[in-house]
Structures are given as C-alpha cells and as structure tokens.
C-alpha cells in the first residue's frame, strides 16, 4: 500500500509536469504567432503619417485598447490566454533596435537610407502556470505564479524603401 | 508462501512503470520545445521571404534584395538566439498562382517575380531525449516563399470610383507599366468615373476634401475592401475639385487610390445616381499637373485660401483656370506596389506581397 502510494504521488507529479509544460509551450507557439500576425499586420499598415517618411499613425505604435495591432494581437492570444501581456509596436532602422523604444521615423524629405527598415511587435509578461502545486516560479500579480515570456518579432517595414 | 514470493512486485512493477512514463513526459516535452522552435524558424523564414519580396518591389536589385530578406530573418530570434545570418539562404524564382499546389514555386525561371527563403538551425540540442537516445541535436528547416499579389483591400484617398473597362487589368506578378492618360474623367452619369463617399451614404464638396490624403488636408483616406457597396453620385463639385488642383499644385500630391467598379453598375440608366455599387478592385490615379483639373466657368482658384504659403504658377498662388465644358479631371492609371493590405483582388495596376503556398 506504502509503495502503491508513492507510485500514485510520483505518477501524479510526472504526469502534471507534462500537462504544464505541454500547456506552456502551446502558449508560447500562440503568442509567438500572434506576435508574427501583428508584426506582418503593422508591416504591411498602408497608412502613415503625412509628410513622415513612412512613420506609422500613432494609432499603431501607442500602446491601448484603440490600437488596433494590439488588439488583433491580444484577439489570437485570448483563446489560450486571457491575462495581462505587454503588446508594444515600433519601427527600426537596422534589426538592432527592439520594442517598445525602437526609432522614430523623420520627417519627409530627411529620410536617409536605412540599413534594414523593419516594424516590430513585442509580446511580454508573466503567463501564470496552469498547475502549480509547488508554488514555484515568477509572481504574476493577483496571487499566481508563473513563467516570464518576451517574444520580438520583426518584418520588413513594407512603406519604407 | 505464495504471499512471500509476491512480495516486492509493486515496486518492480513500478520501476518499469516509471521509466516508461518519464519516457513518455520526456518526449512529449521535447516534441513541444521543437514545435515551438519550429515556429520561430518559420516566422524568421516568412520574414526572410517577405524582406526579399518587399525589398525587391521598392526597386531593389535581385542581389540586394536576397540580401535584404537575409538581414530582416537574422534579425528574428529562434531556439533563445538570433537566427545566423548564414542560415537564412534566398532563391529567387517564378511563382504562379495558378499552377497546382507544390508546383507553384519554380526556383530559378524566369522571369523571377518571387522568392524563396529557407532558414535552417542546425544544432538544435536535444533537452531530454538525449536520455535515452546518443544523438544529441536535430536540425530544424523551415521555408516560406514570397510572391507578389494583387490586393483585395487597401486605403482609398480620393473619393471617386473608375469602372473597370476604362482601366488595364493585368495578373499577379505581371510586370506593372504606367498606362497613358484616359480621356477627361468626368463624374456623371454614363461617364467612366462616379464620385462617392467611399462608403454608404452620400457625401459634399466639404465631406469629400476629408477623404483625401493628409498632406492636402484630409483624414488619409478610408480602408475599402473588394466587396463593399461604395454609393455613387455626379456633379460639378467645384469646389472638391478646387481643392484637388491645390493639393496637386502646393503639396506635389499626384498619386490617389481610388475603388475600382463594374462599368455596368454605373452605365446606361444606372449612371452615378445615389444608387450602390460593389468595390471590385483598387487603382491609383495620377493627376500629372494641376492644369489636369478641369472647371466649368473656369476662373481664378486662390489656394492660398486653402494651404497658406502656396506660390503657384505666378507666384501669388493663384490658378486662372479656363473655362471648361464640363468638369472634371485628366487621370492616368499608375502602378502602386507594396500597397500591404491582402491579396486575392484583381490587378488593377496596385502590387502587394503576400506569403503564398508552394
């Protein structure tokens, strides 16, 4: 009966670390798509400021819930995940540059030549863990805890030559 | 006896047990690492291919624009660091869309109108598996191809609509060539062109100005999808049109887009007549020269009323427009690439990049 209970605990443990290790990765596959979504989406934004040498809209590049990368992000990642992730949009100059400071875009005609235009879209936060019975990892705020995510994601910015 | 000898069962039986289950827990945890890492050398692939195709449709040449798609995909992260530029290989080649899947990309013919990136990490270190296996790493490939489309959506600026049989229609990947000037655009009924509001509802001289692009005062124009009722109206509207050869003369603004639709929805008795007609494409326009915006009872259009600081022909800012039978503009159909938006439209002369199936 002792060993049939240490089977059952060890049995439970290994088959719970498979669940919450399965359940992270599938987090991170939904987050790290939505983060290509959204870069590709912001690439591709048709719009841009005037007189800008291909700026995007303000709209796009500041964070909140009329931003609408953002929330096209936010809307892929909902289904595994509804907690509260960082989604920031910014363009660069040469790959080099990350989100959410990148590089602002001058003002037509002092465009110069960029390197290597690209628009980026950084995913980041905590996203608690499905099962914790250990109480182990990152606070994630509001009593859980979880694992720390920050995924970048960079496309061609399609309106810069 | 039978008892003693049964004795200690439970934990052989759970020693086996146990190995097969870490066996399994190990598996399942490294199929979902490398589907992870999987994902992340596919999304450096698409941005590989899609750097290549965009860089390529702003001008670039075939070298510089593999080497432009291998910069944007090693700048992407997979497996916890930078792709490695030598990773990342580019082919150029034709894609069409209408041969069958798998046999659309063909890599090296002519004429090259597409790439191919592929992206490949070599060593990709095992986590568990190495428990019970002697190879200690896998490769990961990945490949997206990059082709040109025409796009099914897009932001209008300029609120009229072309019908169809007045404009050049080409495929995707067509090589895009500026088509001469059409005869006056003249939004009335049974004419090539209706003005509209770009959306339900109709729209004045004043509502119009707002659809234009932001360097001639507007909002930037409003996104309009293959599919759309867009209402049509005629008339004069000088004073849009007034505005129009402003913007063309004092901000240099010579390209518009505008909805393409069906001649039938605006010939014959349909005319532009307030009635709906469905969005079927975009173009965009170019107005070479102010003098290309024609008024009735012609007469002399301050812009300095509308951008402050306008020379003009004569310095003062000031047109003296002649009078014209009827008004209207002198347009010409251009090529727009790299318009983003999504692909699948008809190819009125605007270009994007979409991510195609090979």
């Not at chain 1, 929330?71 to 790959?95: F, H, K």
């Not at chain 2, 050049?168 to 003005?195: H, K």
């Not at chain 2, 975009?282 to 002399?300: E, F, H, K, R």
Request: some cysteine.
């Amino acid at each position: 009966m002792i060993e049939l209970g240490i089977v059952v605990v060890v049995f439970a443990m290994l088959t719970m670390g498979a669940v919450q290790f399965g359940h992270a990765f599938m987090v991170l596959n939904m987050i790290t798509h939505a983060a290509r979504d959204g870069a590709h989406t912001a690439a591709s934004w048709a719009e841009r400021e005037a007189n800008s040498c291909g700026r995007l809209p303000a709209a796009v590049t500041t964070a909140g819930a009329s931003n609408p990368v953002e929330q096209a992000v936010r809307t892929e990642i909902t289904t595994v995940y509804a907690g509260s992730l960082n989604v920031s949009v910014c363009q660069g100059n040469d790959g080099t540059e990350a989100c959410p400071s990148g590089v602002t875009v001058p003002d037509a005609p002092n465009c110069g030549s960029p390197a290597n235009p690209v628009v980026m879209v950084n995913v980041s936060g905590c996203v608690p863990y499905l099962l914790n019975v250990l109480g182990l990892g990152t606070s994630c705020g509001g009593g859980q805890r979880g694992f720390t995510v920050n995924r970048t994601v960079w496309f061609r910015d399609e309106k810069r030559a | 006896m039978r008892r003693r000898r049964e004795r200690g069962f439970v934990l052989v039986a759970a020693g086996i047990m146990l190995i097969a289950v870490v066996a399994v827990v190990a598996i399942a945890i490294e199929v979902a690492r490398l589907t992870h890492t999987a994902t992340e050398v596919q999304v450096a692939a698409d941005a590989s291919a899609l750097g290549a195709a965009v860089a390529s449709a702003h001008g670039a040449t075939e070298g510089s624009a593999i080497q432009a798609g291998r910069d944007v995909g090693s700048t992407n992260f997979a497996n916890g660091a930078k792709v490695p530029r030598e990773g990342v290989s580019i082919q150029p080649g034709n894609y069409d869309p209408t041969r069958a899947v798998g046999d659309k990309f063909h890599g090296g013919d002519t004429p090259h109108n597409a790439f191919k990136a592929t992206v490949t990490l070599t060593d990709v270190q095992y986590l568990t598996t190495m428990l019970i296996s002697s190879q200690a790493s896998t490769p990961v490939q990945k490949t997206a191809v990059a082709a040109p489309d025409c796009p099914s959506d897009g932001v209008a600026n300029f609120p009229m609509t072309i019908c169809d049989s007045y404009l050049t229609e080409g495929q995707p990947g067509q090589q895009c060539n500026d088509q001469p000037r059409l005869a006056q655009v003249t939004p009335t009924g049974g004419q090539a062109a209706c003005w509209t509001s770009l959306g339900t509802g109709s729209a004045s001289s004043s509502t119009f100005a707002a659809l234009l692009p932001q360097v001639c005062g507007g909002n930037g124009g409003v996104d309009v999808a293959v599919g759309n009722p867009i209402e049509l109206q005629n008339g004069a509207l000088n004073s849009f049109l007034q505005t129009v050869q402003c913007c063309v003369l004092c901000k240099d603004q010579h390209k518009f887009t505008v909805p393409v639709v069906q001649c039938s929805d605006i010939s014959g008795s349909n005319g532009c007549n307030g009635q709906a007609a469905t969005v079927i494409g975009l173009a965009t326009i170019n107005i070479a020269s102010y003098q290309d915006v024609l008024l009735t009872g012609g007469g002399t259009n301050n812009c300095r009323n509308i951008y402050s600081g306008c020379t003009g022909p004569m310095g003062d800012g000031k047109i003296n427009n002649v009078n014209s039978p009827m008004s209207g503009i002198y347009v010409n159909q251009t090529c727009n690439t790299g318009t983003g938006g999504h692909g699948g439209g008809r190819c009125f002369g605007e270009s994007t990049v979409i991510l195609g199936q090979f």
